[in-house]
Nanobody
Framework: QVQLVVSGGGLVQAGGSLRLSCTAS????????LGWFRQAPGKEREFVSA????????YYSDSVKGRFTISRDNAKNTVYLLMNNLKPEDTAVYYC?????????????????WGQGTQVTVSS
């Protein structure tokens, strides 16, 4: 069964840091693009970051560029999102996603598998 298990959310003050982890089954991880999305209340799910299979390419939304870093450990089937200098507007439920053939890396429907969300709350 395909699974993406997300962990690492929580409550943090503005300016603080959190690291999210997403561990996948090997079939889900191997050869897949892995992405992070987030959804705030009343808003659509939005792209945060993505990384290709061999980590040759990383992508970030403009809103997180320079503050967030995506990485993956293929030996552990895990992708990470290190979030620094967090802002209240980063508050959302964060989701991990995996897809084998991604034509538009920022589009949620391009991804095949999704993990459960984890709440990130940044207080001002």
């Amino acid at each position: 069964q395909v699974q993406l298990v997300v962990s690492g959310g929580g409550l943090v003050q503005a300016g603080g840091s959190l690291r999210l982890s997403c561990t996948a089954s090997e079939d889900t991880f191997s050869g897949h693009v892995l992405g992070w999305f987030r959804q705030a209340p009343g808003k659509e799910r939005e792209f945060v970051s993505a990384i290709t299979w061999k980590a040759r390419d990383t992508y970030y939304s403009d809103s997180v560029k320079g503050r967030f870093t995506i990485s993956r450990d293929n030996a552990k089937n895990t992708v990470y999102l290190l979030m620094n200098n967090l802002k209240p507007e980063d508050t959302a439920v964060y989701y991990c996603a995996a897809g084998r053939i991604i034509n538009a890396i920022t589009v949620p429907s391009e991804y095949d598998y999704w993990g459960q969300g984890t709440q990130v709350t940044v207080s001002s």
